[in-house]
């Protein structure tokens, strides 16, 4: 059995929960341990960086004559037909009226470039330096981010 001492966690989840972890590792080509350490680690980075407490499902009123207001929880991963999908950071932007060449640093310094719109890369918020995902479907290249 493992022990606390050995740096193991064991909770407790509903079949729900469970259901859209093991939907998540699938998806994501990624182990629970993966996700757990990720999820830890963003968390450590979220309270250094963040004057308000970390998002819950609470409910709480403002007053007797306003509606509830409610904690977003974090969305649900994105699904997607394709089967090739990197994550990387973005290296390079180079934007254009219609277009924007969007270049990717991913596994091993490997770089991939794809051309998007340009409305597409302002929707989705590229910027140098940020995460996103190369979605790979046949000979394209799609941009992805959380």
Avoid at 29 to 52: G, N
Avoid at 75 to 99: A, C, D, M, T, Y
Avoid at 130 to 145: F, G
Wanted: proline share 4%.
């Amino acid at each position: 059995m493992p022990r606390k001492e050995q740096g193991w966690v064991t909770f407790q989840t509903s079949e729900e929960e469970r259901k859209i972890l093991e939907e998540f590792c699938q998806h994501s080509q990624r182990t629970k341990t993966e996700i757990l350490r990720e999820l830890v680690r963003s968390l450590d980075e979220y309270t250094s960086s963040a004057s308000s407490p970390i998002p819950t499902k609470s409910r709480e009123k403002k007053n007797a004559d306003s509606l509830e207001v409610e904690n977003i929880p974090p969305k649900r991963p994105l699904k997607v037909s394709s089967r090739n999908i990197l994550k990387g950071v973005v290296k390079q932007v180079v934007r254009g009226e219609v277009s924007t060449q969007v270049t990717l640093r991913v596994v091993h310094e490997v770089e991939l470039t794809s051309i998007i719109t340009t409305n597409a890369a302002d929707e989705l918020e590229i910027i140098e330096g940020t995460e996103a995902y190369a979605v790979i479907k046949s000979n394209d290249i799609a941009i992805a981010k959380d």
